[in-house]
């Protein structure tokens, strides 16, 4: 595997990547955008900081680029739509500076609160000027802490811990609240009721602007603002304003729209004696550096290596392991796919999925994931994986839909899909056996259990004495063995489904004198992966 430093990368991530037999590493920090779209397409992977931008100019020639990894949690300077369309992963590494960010941000709030830099500043200049420089405690006041995630729940932490009352908001958290925390449902709430507000979104067309003229208008003229998670989620220019007319007590900024900051709102603000200002310092600790550094190398080499994929941007559900209850559903969904969109002539316009049991209580999108790169797989030359293969489905049309029941009779869980073309539609259910094993035991309202792996033969018959027979013949004098062998039939149609687990590919010539014979109807061969070994397969 090809990989490419990008960016100035920690030694702990480098001598990881070096360690590694199956990786041929390439160091190029600070490497031009010009030549970095030249090269992109003969790497695996590339980790990349925050220096490199890239864009949809650079991704034009991905050629064999895999994954991007980030050194860090955002990934502004990433085309992600683009990195989506071609099926490459976008990772970050959230968690590495989780610790340093929420520790400056409480270090802004108690700078902020005690006037600490303009104090160092007046006595580094000769004075002493106690009076000036009163400050506030932190002790019975309250802050809002606007998104939930890693960081801001760290910051909420260590506001309890200074006696702080913490309100929260985030319109994406659910569940219980965190003890000691107070979720609202109303920003404004948040801003009128808050003394400290900070925010640690993710920069979005969501949360651009979140704090704008309409909340400056309800906050107390004692409130002081942070800002240690993205430029632009707070309004500048209103912020701006509100300091010069002393509507609001103070503010801290340690990131901006651009880096160094170009806009007057912003170079204005810096200038104000109520601002405290520094340059972009949220995971600027050693640690820091060196947990990100590690954790990108390890998750771009784990995902080339075709393991788990975490902390993908853009691919949601799959930032985290799946659960150990879907595993296998995973395998069993790509594969019903790959039968379904292999035996049914047409366009695919419709694809449906419908979980059954257990299972209906989890979040089985992953799954319908793996299910369309199952049905796209097959007819397309582009690779097809679990990042694009959403984007290429809307691209050609086909509309997806899914839904949960945990209504079951004879199964724990159930997995029933059926697809629509331009000429006809078909369907399949799928379950698991002994919490492993993929099963398909039901094709078009024919119940059987037919094993999807290896290579398989599905044909339809017309129901009639000898029909079996003449398949065990045919395939036993082109020394061809059958494996397995299931059975179904529907009397009043007077048709049969048979399917079969063969040791060998049958050639093109067997398979040609199969639909021949007499009652065939159908049939086609598939070539799947193999099965993990059971205990029944070894014996």
Same mark, same amino acid.
């Given at each position: ?73 955002? #990934? ?433 010539? #067997? ?29």
């Amino acid at each position: 595997m090809k990989v490419l430093i990008a960016d100035k990368l920690s030694e702990v991530g480098i001598d990881f990547l070096k360690k590694q037999s199956d990786v041929e590493l390439e160091n190029r920090p600070g490497i031009k955008a010009d030549e970095l779209g030249k090269i992109i397409g003969n790497y695996d992977g590339v980790i990349i900081r925050s220096g490199v931008k890239i864009t949809a100019d650079v991704l034009a020639n991905a050629g064999r680029l895999r994954c991007i990894a980030r050194a860090g949690v955002g #990934v502004d300077n990433v085309d992600v739509p683009t990195a989506t369309a071609r099926g490459v992963i976008v990772m970050n590494t959230p968690e590495g500076n989780t610790l340093s960010t929420a520790e400056l941000a409480f270090a802004l709030i108690l700078s902020l609160s005690r006037k600490i830099a303009p104090a160092n500043a007046s006595l580094k200049a000769g004075q002493w000027d106690r009076k000036s420089f009163e400050g506030t405690q932190l002790s019975g006041k309250t802050i809002g802490i606007i998104g939930m995630g890693r960081i801001g729940r760290a910051v909420a932490h260590r506001a309890i811990a200074f006696g702080m009352r913490v309100l929260g908001y985030d319109p994406y958290f659910a569940g219980q609240p965190p003890e000691g925390i107070e979720m609202l449902k109303d920003v404004n709430d948040l801003c009128k009721r808050s003394d400290y507000i900070t925010v640690h979104t993710p920069k979005s067309a969501e949360t651009a602007g979140i704090i704008g003229k309409a909340q400056f208008t309800v906050m107390k003229p004692s409130v002081r603002l942070i800002n240690a998670a993205r430029g632009g989620i707070i309004d500048v220019d209103e912020m701006l304003k509100a300091l010069s007319e002393k509507r609001i007590a103070g503010a801290a900024m340690d990131v901006f729209l651009k880096e160094p900051p170009e806009s007057q709102a912003e170079k204005d603000l810096i200038q104000q004696t109520n601002v405290l200002a520094v340059p972009h310092l949220g995971a600027s600790t050693e640690e820091a550096q060196e947990q990100v550094a590690l954790e990108a190398a390890e998750q771009l080499v784990e995902a080339l290596r075709g393991g788990e994929v975490r902390n993908a941007v853009n691919a949601p559900g799959f930032d985290k392991a799946l659960p150990p209850a879907l595993r296998p559903y995973s395998e069993l969904a790509s594969r019903l796919g790959v039968i379904l969109s292999s035996i049914t002539p047409g366009a695919i316009t419709k694809a449906e999925v419908i979980y059954r049991g257990a299972i209906a209580d989890m979040n089985v999108s992953p799954i319908t994931t793996y299910l369309l790169v199952g049905l796209l797989a097959p007819h397309l030359d582009e690779p097809v994986n679990v990042i694009n293969a959403p984007v290429i489905a809307r691209q050609r049309g086909i509309e997806v839909q899914q839904s949960t029941s945990v209504k079951i009779k004879e199964f724990a869980n159930l997995m029933e899909v059926s697809i629509t073309t331009d000429l006809g539609k078909r369907s399949i259910v799928g379950t698991i056996f002994g919490n492993r094993f993929p099963r398909v035991i039901a094709f078009d309202g024919f119940r059987l259990e037919l094993k999807p792996e290896g290579h398989v033969v599905i044909i339809v018959n017309v129901d009639k004495p000898g029909v079996l027979g003449r398949y065990g013949t045919l395939f036993g004098s082109n020394s061809v063995n059958i494996a397995d062998l299931t059975f179904s039939r529907k009397k009043k149609s007077g048709m049969a489904l048979v399917g079969l687990n063969l040791d060998q590919r049958p050639s093109q010539a #067997v398979m040609e004198e199969l639909h021949r014979l007499d009652g065939v109807e159908s049939a086609w061969y598939l070539e799947l992966p193999e099965l993990p070994p059971s205990e029944e397969n070894e014996e």
